[in-house]
């Protein structure tokens, strides 16, 4: 089973760019759908973007469409969130997941490994 962390949070303003990297270790990251959730204080966890195995088939959330890009390197075993544009309300807790069945899977429940989260804050 794969393992997952996460790498490249931290705090910027409004409009500025982040790129998120989740580090994936174990023999399964290539058979694995990707992707990217968050959590913001007092909120459920949401979907922002996911990724097929192939990285070929993606999804994103429409609070996210045109401003995030997720990508993957089978080779380094590493999926990337390139955000720009960023927004005060994209402040959250980010995670990454795999899956093992074919994707990319909007639902939290067809994931079934989660990093431990890196943080993400953007100020106005």
């Known amino acids: 089973q794969v393992q997952l962390v996460e790498s490249g949070g931290g705090l910027v303003q409004a409009g500025g760019s982040l790129r998120l990297s989740c580090a994936a270790s174990?023999?399964?990251?290539?058979?694995?759908?990707m992707g990217w959730f968050r959590q913001a204080p007092g909120k459920e966890r949401e979907f922002v973007v996911a990724i097929s195995q192939s990285g070929g088939s993606t999804k994103y959330a429409d609070s996210v469409k045109g401003r995030f890009t997720i990508s993957r390197d089978n080779v380094k075993n590493t999926v990337y969130l390139q955000m720009n544009s960023l927004k005060p309300e994209d402040t959250a807790v980010y995670y990454c997941?795999?899956?093992?069945?074919?994707?990319?899977?909007?639902?939290?429940?067809?994931?079934?490994?989660w990093g431990q989260g890196t943080q993400v804050t953007v100020s106005s």
């Open positions: 997941a795999a899956s093992p069945r074919f994707g990319p899977w909007s639902s939290a429940s067809e994931y079934n490994t």
């Open positions: 174990g023999r399964s990251f290539s058979t694995s759908a």
